[in-house]
């Protein structure tokens, strides 16, 4: 299952951003983090992938969502202009801003590459 992120819980289980200034993961697995909103089509097409994805790789990594809509703060933080955007979160180095609509095997593809994961 993909998890809902609010400013509160993104602070706590990845980057508290209003606390450090530099790159400090707080999870304790890989990550991605969804920037979407309900409007946008290309984010529906997304969600029932990342949704799969989660269960596949489940206890290999968290898959989040954040509504840019309602998470404002958040979308500011990161940039975020276009949607879907997602934040992918290696363990043990600097997030990666990847933007589009991605296929199955290309986000795969990315678990693998960037995220240093295999099913």
Request: glycine share 4%; proline share 6%.
């Amino acid at each position: 299952m993909t998890e809902l992120l609010t400013k509160e819980t993104f602070l706590e289980k990845v980057f508290n951003f209003e606390k450090n200034k530099e790159w400090k993961f707080e999870g304790n697995k890989p990550c991605i983090i969804d920037f979407y909103a309900d409007w946008c089509g290309p984010c529906k097409m997304v969600a029932p992938i990342l949704e799969e994805l989660s269960e596949e790789y489940k206890g290999k990594v968290d898959i989040y969502k954040v509504d840019t809509e309602v998470e404002r703060d958040l979308s500011t933080a990161f940039g975020i202009r276009s949607i879907p955007s997602m934040l992918l979160v290696p363990m043990d180095s600097q997030p990666q801003m990847s933007q589009g609509a991605l296929p199955k095997h290309q986000l795969e593809e990315i678990m693998k590459d960037v995220l240093k994961v295999k099913k």
